[in-house]
């Protein structure tokens, strides 16, 4: 199964950046998976937040991200990205990356949260606060 290691959180105070990380933790090649970053805030389900095929599609970003934040994908590197620009105190949360087969960038970040099979890494912690 895709499993991802996840790195870059930090605490960052509001309106600030930083940009995440992830790459499959057995080495398994995405470039023809639709990959996708979720987050899990306190006391809240898991969430879509962006997601990318390996189609040229537009990705797809979460209303509340979306203008703030950028998927991108480097099949060389065989790592997924995550730009995430004038954070706010809502966006703390640990955040996951996941790889599916098949499936549009929509529909990952819509349903994959509360898909059976999903499997998860450790994530990474992104605090924003002053």
């Known amino acids: 199964q895709l499993q991802f290691v996840e790195s870059g959180g930090a605490l960052v105070q509001p309106g600030g950046s930083l940009r995440l990380s992830c790459k499959p933790s057995s080495g398994l090649t995405l470039q023809y998976y639709t990959v996708g970053w979720f987050r899990q805030a306190p006391g809240k389900a898991l969430e879509g937040v962006s997601c990318i095929n390996y189609l040229k599609e537009p990705p797809f970003d979460a209303d509340a991200v979306s203008g703030r934040f950028t998927i991108s994908k480097d099949n060389d590197l065989n790592t997924v990205y995550l730009q995430m620009n004038n954070l706010k105190p809502e966006d703390t949360a640990v955040y996951y990356c996941?790889?599916?087969?098949?499936?549009?960038?929509?529909?990952?970040?819509?349903?994959?949260?509360?898909?059976?099979?999903?499997?998860w890494g450790q994530g990474t912690q992104v605090t924003v606060a002053a």
């Open positions: 996941a790889g599916q087969i098949g499936a549009t960038a929509r529909a990952m970040c819509r349903a994959y949260p509360t898909y059976k099979a999903a499997t």
